[in-house]
């Protein structure tokens, strides 16, 4: 009688994958999650500051009659955001943590090529783009979308062009 010996090689995850997550686990974690850390820890004591140099920029532009255009609804908008952040710091921190960890946990399973973890990571990150449109508001919200969302749907595409390699 012969024996017959199968032997399993594990499935080798490609370097384009390898670079995604690598990439990703940056911004998730590095970004998406220390940053709201140190913003939570070191608020009390920048936002004085941050505040006196948006509402003076705001001043010497309208001393210098430059109170409509680009550059000044810019300021108005950091202002905004400003204050924003300071009435729901906490809660804006909160989310941002929980969406970070969910996140880094898609991340994680698509580095273990778990197509579970495209799907967690896509809809952690499209709920997480909608965050400050929540607590700062729609309009300037929007504004703080732009890069971040184009990064986001880029990512999620790039993803979803290797589920082929994901089980």
Known sequence: MEDI???????????FITVLCILSLIGSGGFGLLQPLYQYVTFDKTYPDKLAQIEEGLERMEDAGMDSGFLYETAQNGL????????????????NILFALLS??????????????FYLYSAVNLFWMLVPLYFIGMEVGMMTLG????ITILFI???????KHME
């Open 104 to 117: 880094l946990l898609g991340i994680f399973l698509m580095f273990k090529l778990k197509k579970n973890g």
């Open 5 to 15: 010996t199968q032997i399993v090689v594990p499935k080798k995850r490609p370097t």
């Open 147 to 150: 890069i971040g969302g184009f």
């Open 80 to 95: 905004l955001i400003l204050e924003k952040t300071a009435e729901n710091l906490g809660p804006m921190t909160a989310t």
């Open 157 to 163: 595409i790039l993803y979803a062009v290797n589920l």
